[in-house]
């Protein structure tokens, strides 16, 4: 199961790189600078490379730049890197949320209604936030977002403000939910499904690929390439405590340094948004 996991990552890794990567080329001269920390391309022959990706920081770099170009207001490649990093991962709750921003900022109301409702589907529950978000604004009047709205607020409703589904299930252990810790709401796990963490966090996938030929749909990969079994998430602090629900979003969008989120969510109060761009600032 490892192994066949490994190699449909793989091929989703071609697939997002292909889509960023100038005339779809993977080469070593062909590197898009943002992504230079995660990529390591080593010449093999006139034909081959051997491509090295490091898949959990490939993942925050993507997300990051696409948020910077949607500050930036170039909202046509803001749309193209969120898509490419939906290939690497379909189930990026805030990748689909912020793609829906980049297509309502484009005109295309209908493909952003459908991303709003698949990344309510992933989880997404901050209807306050949908409610006053600048990017959405054209489509506040439509009765497709209006009825998104109501649908989250009877979620919020339903589960007692709880934004994580309940589970029965017994390997769950109680007061997992980072919104109510204390109440003992549903002892809870996420709503949101992502690529499991072993094969998306830290990943060093090896392949090779012709220079000058199609690349291949599946890539090689050796079979002692071991997956990691267990994710690598900053535990929490008494610190971070009275910041739990922020520093768990952030840290899904590839954030780790808790003393840097620490002391920019205090000084914007814990607005996410304001706190992404003092992160991207320093």
Known sequence: NNIKTLENLSSQVIECLKSVFPNNQITPANI??????????????HHDIDLHINVGQLSSLLFQHGFKLLEQKQNQK?????RALLLLNPHHTL?????????ALLGNDSDALECLRKAVSLGYRDYHHMMKDDDL????NSDQFNQIIA?????ETTNNGCQ???????????????FKPSSGCCGAIPMCTPVPASTIDNVTTPTSVGMH???????????????PTTATTPAPSAVSSKWTTELSILHEMGYFDDDLLI??????????HQTILQILDN
């Open 95 to 103: 990748a689909t949320y912020n793609l829906a921003c980049a297509e």
């Open 151 to 155: 649908d989250l607020m009877s979620i």
């Open 137 to 140: 604004q054209r489509l506040r």
């Open 78 to 82: 803001a749309r193209d890197i969120f």
């Open 164 to 178: 994580w589904r309940k589970c029965n299930s017994s390997t769950v252990p109680t007061g997992a939910c980072p």
């Open 213 to 227: 030929s199609p690349l291949p749909t599946t890539p090689t990969v050796p079979l002692s390439s071991p997956l």
């Open 263 to 272: 002391t920019c969510l205090e000084r914007t109060k814990g607005d996410i």
């Open 32 to 45: 898009p600078s943002f992504l230079t920390s995660a990529l390591n391309l080593i010449p093999l022959s």
